[in-house]
């Protein structure tokens, strides 16, 4: 297979199939264990400095932030980071903890550009940048999900997106098409907030199921926080839907809430006011710092933290739900 | 002329809105294109079929989203996958229309939501990124982009294609590999309406909007555009549109 073009970007985590499978055999543990932890736990035991980590979904839905706040908290710094964010890698990038990006986007939504994004890119504090299409992220997930080290797809052909990646374009030997080969993405650490976990791990997501089930797939650790935690009979009950089984996942924390002040499907809906505080707080790097020491270094844990919101509040949010 | 009671903005989501034939599915991203598939579902497309690239499909779009993955994407919606399954879809070419914001469009279509300046790390601006425009733009059969129109947008290149249009010119999206048959079909802005011309894939004035002259969307445009001999007029807003616009698809004023 000839390569035509290969982008620019540096492969910043070069996969290797074989040790992952090794890992998956030697590291994760194939029976049912009792892996129910606090937030505090799991990021000490599997957030290290330098790795190389991911967040599902978008940081105003089902998003794991109280994970996210727990790594600022323990202040896990050269993150080299994957993938598309909104408040959770807004947090990451005001608290300086991001020195390599993997980016689709990163933004805020409804409310424009992120500030941080722009602080910490612009001043070159995030030393590397490597260019992807969200589709193009999730299948190099999928790649790894299907135990392959590329995988070819028809995105971010003839782009400078493509040209600052790490892809190449090749002939397809059985078409001869031009193919854009997408590179298997491991990652040292995953972090998933769901509606509902047992405490072996199994998992269940309701509504869209975002890149969960790849990302969960792609992941050498995966910490996995849940509205509820549930028995196994009631994951037994309803086998279908478990999206992320027990041994993909490392880390299990019971966490209500857990995706505040952004959206849980059925459950709560995003609190507007809290999400615009960030917006116009992560506008100066004085704001920034303010807000995270009110809300993240201020607290000792997500209890403490829900409490600081006010659960008046988080009844409010709860209410607003609009229902199927 | 009197003041006119309505916005660019929501000018823009009428015209786009009027845009979207009913039965068809298009790809949806944040901001405007929400707004328009909206209006478009209440008013003459109540069969459209959005498609949210986190994995809602067929959602009725009784309230805005303002996030591409929130609840409101698949509200009473007929799918609720995920983004694979989605970007696969528009791959194999169910997906008619995808709708593009961008911060720079050239004369080819192509869209800059990445960087704004000559280098690309560290950039003078750091824009968001391409998030699911690139696959959107190399996937769907017909694109829409939706634009304010000044010369600092409209411009000759742009500093980075994120999402390609035509690229070079004819034939180029195809020797890059990407599907034939697909890309930029429509540009709304706050001036015109425009396509591409479709021996050249250079973009061209369809119809100016309300009270705007053709004189001033050339001015406002950091390239030479086609003009034909007949250019159309658009129809401002009108009362029906405006009333669905700001009392059913944003009464929270989000955006209008």
Same mark, same amino acid.
């Given at each position: 297979?000839?390569v035509l073009e290969s982008g620019l970007g540096e492969l910043i985590q070069p996969p290797d199939l074989?040790?992952?499978?090794?890992?998956?055999?030697?590291?994760?543990?194939?029976?049912?264990?009792?892996?129910?932890?606090?937030?505090?736990?799991?990021?000490?035991?599997?957030?290290?400095?330098?790795?190389y980590?991911g967040?599902?979904?978008?940081?105003?839905?089902?998003?794991?932030?109280?994970?996210?706040?727990?790594?600022?908290?323990?202040?896990?710094?050269?993150?080299r980071v994957a993938g598309?964010?909104?408040?959770?890698?807004?947090?990451?990038?005001?608290?300086?903890?991001?020195k390599t990006l993997d980016i689709t986007?990163?933004?805020?939504?409804?409310?424009?550009?992120?500030?941080?994004?722009?602080?910490?890119?612009?001043?070159?504090?995030v030393e590397k940048v490597v260019e992807w299409s969200n589709g193009g992220i999730t299948w190099r997930f999928k790649a790894t999900?299907?135990?392959v080290p590329f995988l070819p797809v028809?995105a971010m052909l003839?782009s400078d997106t493509f040209r600052y990646s790490a892809a190449k374009v090749v002939?397809?030997?059985?078409?001869?098409?031009?193919v854009c080969l997408i590179p298997a993405l491991i990652l040292?650490?995953?972090?998933?907030?769901?509606?509902?976990?047992?405490?072996?791990?199994?998992?269940?997501?309701?509504?869209?199921?975002?890149?969960?089930?790849?990302?969960?797939?792609a992941?050498?650790?995966?910490?996995?926080?849940?509205?509820?935690?549930?028995?196994?009979?009631?994951?037994?009950?309803?086998?279908?839907?478990?999206?992320?089984?027990?041994?993909?996942?490392?880390?299990?924390?019971?966490?209500?809430?857990?995706?505040?002040?952004?959206?849980?499907?059925?459950?709560?809906?995003?609190?507007?006011?809290?999400?615009?505080?960030?917006?116009?707080?992560?506008?100066?790097?004085?704001?920034?710092?303010?807000?995270?020491?009110?809300?993240?270094?201020?607290?000792?844990?997500?209890?403490?933290?829900?409490?600081?919101?006010?659960?008046?509040?988080?009844?409010?949010?709860?209410?607003?739900?609009?229902?199927? | 002329?009197?003041?006119?009671?309505?916005?660019?903005?929501?000018?823009?989501?009428?015209?786009?809105?009027?845009?979207?034939?009913?039965?068809?599915?298009?790809?949806?991203?944040?901001?405007?294109?929400?707004?328009?598939?909206?209006?478009?579902?209440?008013?003459?497309?109540?069969?459209?079929?959005?498609?949210?690239?986190?994995?809602?499909?067929?959602?009725?779009?009784?309230?805005?989203?303002?996030?591409?993955?929130?609840? #409101?994407?698949?509200?009473?919606?007929?799918?609720?996958?995920?983004?694979?399954?989605?970007?696969?879809?528009?791959?194999?070419?169910?997906?008619?229309?995808?709708?593009?914001?961008?911060?720079?469009?050239?004369?080819?279509?192509?869209?800059?939501?990445t960087?704004?300046?000559?280098?690309h790390h560290?950039?003078?601006?750091?824009?968001?990124g391409s998030?699911?425009?690139n696959?959107?733009?190399?996937?769907?059969? #017909?694109?829409?982009?939706?634009?304010?129109?000044?010369?600092?947008?409209?411009?000759? #290149?742009?500093?980075?294609?994120?999402?390609?249009?035509?690229?070079?010119?004819?034939?180029?999206?195809?020797?890059?590999?990407?599907?034939?048959?697909?890309?930029?079909?429509?540009?709304?802005?706050?001036?015109?309406?425009?396509?591409?011309?479709?021996?050249?894939?250079?973009?061209?004035?369809?119809?100016?909007?309300?009270?705007?002259?053709?004189?001033?969307?050339?001015?406002?445009?950091?390239?030479?555009?086609?003009?034909?001999?007949?250019?159309?007029?658009?129809?401002?807003?009108?009362?029906?549109?405006?009333?669905?616009?700001?009392?059913?698809?944003?009464?929270?004023?989000?955006?209008?």
């Amino acid at each position: 297979m000839r390569v035509l073009e290969s982008g620019l970007g540096e492969l910043i985590q070069p996969p290797d199939l074989d040790a992952f499978r090794e890992w998956n055999r030697e590291k994760k543990a194939h029976g049912l264990v009792d892996k129910l932890m606090t937030e505090q736990e799991a990021i000490s035991r599997f957030v290290y400095d330098g790795c190389y980590i991911g967040t599902e979904l978008y940081g105003t839905v089902r998003c794991p932030m109280s994970l996210a706040r727990e790594v600022v908290r323990q202040g896990r710094k050269n993150l080299r980071v994957a993938g598309q964010g909104v408040l959770e890698l807004d947090l990451w990038l005001g608290a300086h903890l991001v020195k390599t990006l993997d980016i689709t986007y990163i933004g805020l939504e409804v409310y424009g550009t992120s500030n941080c994004l722009r602080r910490e890119v612009e001043s070159g504090r995030v030393e590397k940048v490597v260019e992807w299409s969200n589709g193009g992220i999730t299948w190099r997930f999928k790649a790894t999900a299907m135990g392959v080290p590329f995988l070819p797809v028809r995105a971010m052909l003839g782009s400078d997106t493509f040209r600052y990646s790490a892809a190449k374009v090749v002939e397809c030997p059985f078409t001869g098409m031009k193919v854009c080969l997408i590179p298997a993405l491991i990652l040292d650490v995953g972090l998933i907030h769901v509606h509902r976990a047992d405490r072996y791990g199994n998992s269940q997501i309701e509504g869209i199921s975002g890149f969960a089930f790849e990302l969960a797939r792609a992941s050498k650790r995966l910490i996995i926080s849940a509205e509820e935690i549930v028995d196994t009979e009631e994951i037994r009950r309803y086998p279908d839907r478990t999206i992320i089984p027990y041994y993909l996942v490392d880390a299990v924390v019971h966490a209500p809430f857990g995706s505040y002040p952004g959206e849980m499907v059925y459950m709560y809906e995003r609190d507007e006011e809290a999400i615009r505080e960030w917006v116009e707080a992560s506008k100066t790097e004085e704001g920034t710092q303010a807000y995270l020491n009110r809300y993240v270094y201020g607290v000792a844990n997500h209890q403490e933290y829900l409490e600081l919101v006010g659960w008046e509040r988080l009844e409010r949010v709860k209410a607003a739900v609009e229902g199927r | 002329m009197g003041t006119p009671d309505y916005n660019p903005t929501e000018l823009m989501i009428c015209l786009a809105a009027r845009q979207i034939p009913d039965g068809v599915t298009a790809f949806i991203g944040t901001g405007i294109p929400m707004l328009a598939a909206s209006l478009a579902q209440k008013m003459h497309a109540p069969n459209l079929i959005p498609v949210f690239e986190f994995g809602g499909t067929g959602a009725i779009l009784k309230r805005l989203p303002r996030a591409v993955g929130e609840g #409101r994407t698949f509200y009473r919606g007929l799918v609720a996958s995920g983004i694979c399954d989605t970007m696969e879809t528009a791959a194999r070419g169910f997906v008619d229309y995808g709708f593009l914001g961008g911060a720079q469009i050239d004369p080819y279509g192509n869209l800059n939501s990445t960087i704004i300046g000559p280098q690309h790390h560290p950039p003078k601006v750091r824009l968001p990124g391409s998030g699911g425009a690139n696959d959107v733009g190399s996937f769907c059969w #017909r694109t829409i982009i939706i634009m304010r129109h000044d010369k600092l947008r409209f411009v000759p #290149r742009v500093d980075f294609i994120t999402t390609p249009g035509y690229l070079t010119g004819p034939g180029a999206r195809e020797a890059a590999g990407l599907p034939p048959g697909t890309g930029p079909y429509r540009v709304v802005s706050t001036l015109a309406l425009l396509d591409f011309d479709e021996e050249t894939k250079w973009m061209r004035l369809l119809a100016t909007n309300p009270g705007v002259t053709v004189e001033q969307v050339v001015e406002n445009t950091g390239f030479e555009l086609i003009i034909p001999d007949r250019v159309g007029q658009n129809e401002p807003p009108t009362e029906e549109e405006l009333r669905i616009l700001r009392e059913e698809v944003d009464p929270e004023r989000f955006y209008i």
